[in-house]
Nanobody, 117 residues
Framework: QVQLVESGGGLVQAGGSLRLSCAASGRTFSWYDMGWFRQAPGEERVFVARITRCGGRTSYADSVKGRFTISRDNAKNTVYLQMNSLKVEDTAVYYC??????????WGQGTQVTVSS
């Protein structure tokens, strides 16, 4: 397993942008597919985006498609989530996760993103 630490959250106005980072410990980062999830108050954690081990394939939730971009730098053991055209409904705690396929076994502690109107 890997240890994951998210950063980059904060308060932004609607229409603005943020870039989240997730730094992984250990030398096995490139072995794992990486995902971003989010959880709004009173709601379940939901999938946001995913990137394969070598970065060759990405997938997104319909709600963020065209606005968010996931990327990774295996040399830096880091995965990113670039979030543009943010909406109030994007407000949530964002988590990164490591795993294989659709199974995630390591999670970060989360970073708060708040979008104001």
């Amino acid at each position: 397993q890997v240890q994951l630490v998210e950063s980059g959250g904060g308060l932004v106005q609607a229409g603005g942008s943020l870039r989240l980072s997730c730094a992984a410990s250990g030398r096995t980062f490139s072995w794992y597919d990486m995902g971003w999830f989010r959880q709004a108050p009173g709601e379940e954690r939901v999938f946001v985006a995913r990137i394969t081990r070598c970065g060759g394939r990405t997938s997104y939730a319909d709600s963020v498609k065209g606005r968010f971009t996931i990327s990774r730098d295996n040399a830096k053991n880091t995965v990113y989530l670039q979030m543009n055209s943010l909406k109030v409904e994007d407000t949530a705690v964002y988590y990164c996760a490591a795993g294989l396929g659709d199974t995630y076994h390591s999670w970060g502690q989360g970073t708060q993103v708040t979008v104001s109107s």
